[in-house]
DNA sequence: TCAACCAGTGCAATCGATTACATACTCGCA
DNA sequence: TGCGAGTATGTAATCGATTGCACTGGTTGA
């Protein structure tokens, strides 16, 4: 804060009204006579005057901000999230903070601290490998209602989600796959004990027993959806006697890892093997060969969550934006054509 | 907030001192005695207690926050940028906001009105096309050394910037492509005005005039640092009868639009053509072919904006940061090769 | 012995808004 | 005519901290 900006008070003079009347025609105007609002309203527009938010937020209470925890900066699938959240929360008065929890991990006291802070009034996170006791010390402080998960989430949590839906992601990744031809289909998976991991293995599981396609244990190959984990992903196919005509990678950087692992081995895509993503980053569509990949509305996600945790903040209680999965949809492109005979 | 949480007032009661006593323990401990500190510390522990920051702010007319402008945080370049902020943010107690001025564009006023309500107390912009017009907004308000520019910058600004060595950057990378043996050297920009755009285009002419190599008008390809950009780069060489047997790309992502554009077009990344980026950002090092690039430190370049705005609000006027260049390094990988004679 | 000084602490104003409650005035109706 | 209801506005408390100023009691030096 600069210079002497106007404040209520110095409005209030120039209009020759309490400040409380002043207050009234910014909060509440139907309170107010129409010729006491124009007075009012002019005397704002000469001053130049604009709401304090610090006096405002102190005042009721509030914080006047949401934090958003993200796992990653760094990784492109976020930032079409973000992008949805501000959207979401454009033309409220929240402040948007955000948090990268791998580049500053947060202590398992500091969400709750910054509830207690005052810093903020709500969270969103999109890292579900929050801890259980920095959750519980959220629920404790009864904010569980104000901190959604966004695509992650953690089980048995008392904590409002909005996801995409992960399983029938996967069944429209092995149904293409199966509809171009392929029998032998393996899957690069998320970290374990991600529910994002567990959601999309299974769904992929499922769907392959469904269609009676066979199934081998070394075809499930442990990644972390990064880069390098396709590429050790590769390395682990070059190597198998019993080679899958296609892989389901969990991400699309785990596809692009793969791809250049394969290909660095010797194996063209889609010639040799197909490859499927998830996600559908912005870079899938320009990678060679372009990706075929389950995408992910990240504009929606972000909207949405802004939204649920928005209703939850000004709570007039009735109107609840639900928690709620958030379809996908099935892209092809390059990376994927049917099996060589 | 939620709950009573404790206020200064019921640590003070607690500890049968003033608040003043209380205040005074927490931000300026040598002016109370040893005995009534330990006293007060106690009472602060058994309470619970932690300082109010909405209070605090509004007391000491400040917003406890910056704001950091980013174009599009969908480009990984701004990741690793990101985290050096809140890395040289870590410790103190200013919050950070993130916008991305793409995805919510600002308007004229927007950020001189983040300073007018109190929102903020300085900002990083990463953006250089921040309006004139919003630019001296802020300038008149007073708040232009609280305005630092990083990466980008504007002309005849009196801002302070923290950017890379891009002319070095440039020369690095036309220095390697000669070491080589390429003669004949492209280069694709970035946007049109883009202070980036002129520093890199004209180290790169320097240098290659320094090395007396060629130049023809259509080997500068004007781009904008998209993907999108890399692939009509690809096409307009392709059709070229004088082809350049090497291309330095004014960013990273436009390197893998033009290496993807130019594997279509028939032509092989490095065999018939090599490429040079400009950032490495992750992908860079699992791109096929890996991508040779010029590194810019994003964490430090982070780190060091962060550092000279939080001296400038701190302003114990001495100790100034002084506004920096970064240097810059080559990262030779796969995606140039000696060319084929 | 007394003034000057210092360390330690408290009182109360202050930051800039919101809002419960009180007040004043105008109608409408019995 | 008088009273209750309704409308428009003002008064002042309040949110939770910080800090200038005043006060107290003890030490020091002349």
Redesign the pocket.
Known sequence: MIQK?A???DVARMA?????????V??NP????E???NTVLEAIRAAG????Q???N????RAGAVLVLVPNLGKPFYSGILAGISEGFAGSDYAILITDTEAQPLQDSALSGYFLDGRIDGAIALDGRLSPDALRQCADLGVANRIVFLCEWVEGGKFPVISSDNVEGARLAIGHLHALGHRKIAHVTGPDGNVLTIARREGMVAERARLGLPARPDWIIRGDFSLESGRDAARRILNMSDRPTAVFCSADMVAFGLISGLLEGGLRVPEDISVVGFDDIEMSQFYVPALTTIRQDRALLGRRAAELLLGELTKSSSEDVQPAQIGVDLIVRASTQAPSP
Chains 1, 2 share one sequence.
């Open positions: 900006t404040t209520i008070q020759q009204v309490s400040t409380a009347t002043v207050s009234r910014l909060s139907d309170l107010v006579s010729r006491t609002r005057y604009r709401v304090n610090t006096a405002r102190l005042r009721m209470k």
